[in-house]
């Protein structure tokens, strides 16, 4: 069964203070992995699409990673306008299955 | 640039009333599908459509039907709301290069409520 999993669920960091999030997927023949950010009460946002493993996207503060078992969001030395919630989703098939996602709070 | 548009934004309707969501995009995308989020359950597919007079059922499809009008629209239908479809219900559409969907955009999202 195609499944995406994402830890933490949530993550409280500092203004400065680097992280990663994670999603582990399992899918029959992945056709791409995609990172989507969302705020409250607004909906996914797209960041990055992953196709094949060891392949890398930056934006801002923002990196996304992809092995054969998992994707890694890098966040480096993140401000509280980086809060959101970010999902994390494969294709498999003709739609996107989804993570259930990590919450992200910076503070100052 | 508009994008992914959804109608209404919010509906509160009683238990067996009907409504139809409304969505349509501006980005010459031949494919769109509906997913309903819900607190804990992430965002679940209940229809897609791959091009104008196809859709497909998704992971969530009971109780609800969609119609792809045309290129640009693809609406959802609740014929006999029940509680258990209090959600936030989403519009999302992508492209197909070389055989494949491309990332999907997403609209900002219906907030119903069935009382």
């Known amino acids: 069964e195609d499944q995406v999993t994402q830890s933490p669920e949530a993550l409280r960091l500092q203004e400065g203070e680097s992280s990663s999030l994670n999603c582990s997927y399992t899918v029959s023949g992945l056709r791409g992995l995609f990172w989507y950010r969302q705020d409250p009460g607004k909906g996914p946002e797209f960041l990055f699409t992953?196709?094949?493993a060891g392949e890398e996207k930056e934006k801002e503060r923002l990196k996304a990673t992809l092995t054969k078992k998992e994707s890694f969001l890098h966040i480096t030395a993140p401000k509280p306008e980086d809060s959101a919630t970010y999902l994390c989703a494969v294709r498999a098939g003709t739609a996107l299955i989804f993570g259930k996602g990590t919450t992200l709070s910076v503070s100052s | 640039n508009a994008g992914v548009t959804q109608t209404p934004k919010f509906q509160v309707l009683k238990t067996g009333q009907s409504m139809t969501l409304q969505c349509a995009q501006d980005?010459?995308?031949?494919?769109m599908y509906w997913y309903r989020q819900d607190p804990g359950m992430g965002l679940r597919l209940i229809y897609y459509s791959a091009s104008e007079g196809t859709t497909d059922k998704g992971e969530v499809p009971n109780g609800y039907n969609v119609s792809r009008l045309n290129k640009r629209e693809f609406s959802l239908r609740l014929e006999s709301a029940a509680p258990s479809q209090t959600s936030v219900y989403f519009c999302?559409?992508?492209?197909?290069?070389?055989?494949?969907?491309?990332?999907?955009?997403f609209g900002q999202g219906t907030r119903l409520t069935v009382v």
């Open positions: 980005m010459n995308h031949n494919s």
């Open positions: 992953l196709y094949s």
């Open positions: 999302a559409s992508s492209r197909r290069d070389r055989g494949a969907n491309t990332e999907a955009f």
